[in-house]
């Protein structure tokens, strides 16, 4: 079964005023769109690969043929970057962190004011286009930032939350503004699903 474009769980404008429809319409209807689709052209040669979860190939991603791996890394980590952004965003402004994930922050970080600020350093500091990341690994929380849509499955981490920076995530409505982006943000985080996330990881 081929990968697809999974519904936004909201309306375009719905995280409104921080993210604007327009942006958010073009984003996942075009944008993400695409990288299922450029993933699924590259499966094809690999019918074996097909029905593996984009987040299983990410993982493996040794044990891709170097034929395709480099469409495997781009678009499947596009895809599975930009289905995490969408669930661990929500209209309605973003609840403080609980339970076990503010303990983590707690010991990771000192506070969650604290962790905002190295997270924002690494999202502003990434030259060109990346994401920055909060991943889990082995039961802490670590900040990362990676180019393009590299993702930190690759790299043994699974991730929790993730701030596409990338110009198209914001430019129709900020400009060159990434640090206003990166501030406005955070006031749409679900950080019941990012508590999920580590839960789970
Ligand atoms: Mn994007």
């Known amino acids: 079964m081929s990968h697809q474009l999974p ?7 719905a995280l409104e005023p921080h993210i604007d429809a327009k942006t958010m319409e073009i984003h996942h209807g075009k944008h993400h769109a695409t990288y299922v689709a450029k993933l699924n052209a590259a499966l094809e040669s690999q019918p074996a690969l097909m029905d593996q979860p984009v987040e299983k190939l990410l993982t493996d991603i040794a044990k891709v043929p170097e034929s395709i791996r480099t469409a495997v890394r781009n678009h499947g980590g596009g895809h599975a970057n930009h289905t995490l952004f969408w669930d661990i965003m929500t209209p309605g402004g973003a609840k403080e962190p609980s339970g076990t994930l503010l303990a983590a922050i707690t010991k990771g970080f000192g506070s969650v004011a604290e962790l ?3 997270f924002n350093e690494a999202a502003t500091n990434q030259f060109g ?15 990362c930032a990676l180019p393009n849509q590299d993702s930190p499955l ?3 981490k699974t991730p929790i939350c993730g701030l596409d920076v990338w110009e198209h995530a914001y430019y129709l409505h900020y400009q060159n503004r990434r640090p206003d982006y990166i501030a406005a943000w955070w006031n749409v985080v679900n950080w019941q699903k990012v508590a999920d996330r580590f839960a789970k990881a």
Do not use: D
């Not at 286009?129 to 900040?143: F, K, M």
């Open 7 to 13: 519904a936004l769980p909201f309306a375009f404008n």
């Open 116 to 118: 905002q600020k190295k």
């Open 129 to 143: 286009s990346g994401w920055a990341w909060l991943v889990a690994s082995q039961g802490t929380l670590e900040i």
């Open 154 to 156: 690759m790299n043994g």
